[in-house]
Nanobody
Framework: QVQLVESGGGSVQAGGSLRLSCAAS????????MGWFRQAPGAEREEITSIGSDGWTSYADSVKGRFTISQDNAENTLYLQMNSLKPEDTGMYYC???????????????????WGQGTQVTVSS
C-alpha cells in the first residue's frame, strides 16, 4: 500500500516562502514520476510541477521561476520550495506519484496513480 503524507503548509503573507514535503512509504525511485497538484477554492485540481525518475521536470507557467520541485531518493521524500508566494497560490496542495508520464503542451506531465491527503497553503495580501 502506497502512502503519501504532505506537510509544511500554512499561512504566509504575499512575497513569503514555504517548503512543502511529501513523505512516501514506498521507494519513490521506482515510480516513473511524482508531482505537486493544487486545488484552489471552487476550482479543479491542477498540476503545477512534476519530476521524472529520469530527471525531467516541468512547471506550470503560473509557478515557473518561483517554485522548485526536488526529491531525495534516500529519504523517500518529495519537496516543493515555494518562493515569492502570491494570493493566487492559495489552495490545497497534493502530492502524487505516477507510473506513467504523458507529453502534451510542449512538456512532460505526470499521470497520478496515488495521492496524498493534501496540505493547505494560504497566502494573504
Amino acid at each position: 500500500q502506497v502512502q503519501l503524507v504532505e506537510s509544511g503548509g500554512g499561512s504566509v503573507q504575499a512575497g513569503g516562502s514555504l517548503r512543502l514535503s511529501c513523505a512516501a512509504s514506498g521507494d519513490i525511485a521506482s515510480w516513473h514520476c511524482m508531482g505537486w497538484f493544487r486545488q484552489a477554492p471552487g476550482a479543479e485540481r491542477e498540476e503545477i510541477t512534476s519530476i521524472g525518475s529520469d530527471g525531467w521536470t516541468s512547471y506550470a507557467d503560473s509557478v515557473k521561476g518561483r517554485f522548485t520541485i526536488s526529491q531525495d531518493n534516500a529519504e523517500n521524500t518529495l519537496y516543493l520550495q515555494m518562493n515569492s508566494l502570491k494570493p493566487e497560490d492559495t489552495g490545497m496542495y497534493y502530492c502524487a506519484a505516477g507510473l506513467r508520464k504523458a507529453w502534451y503542451g510542449g512538456t512532460w506531465h505526470c499521470t497520478p496513480g496515488y495521492w496524498g491527503q493534501g496540505t493547505q497553503v494560504t497566502v494573504s495580501s
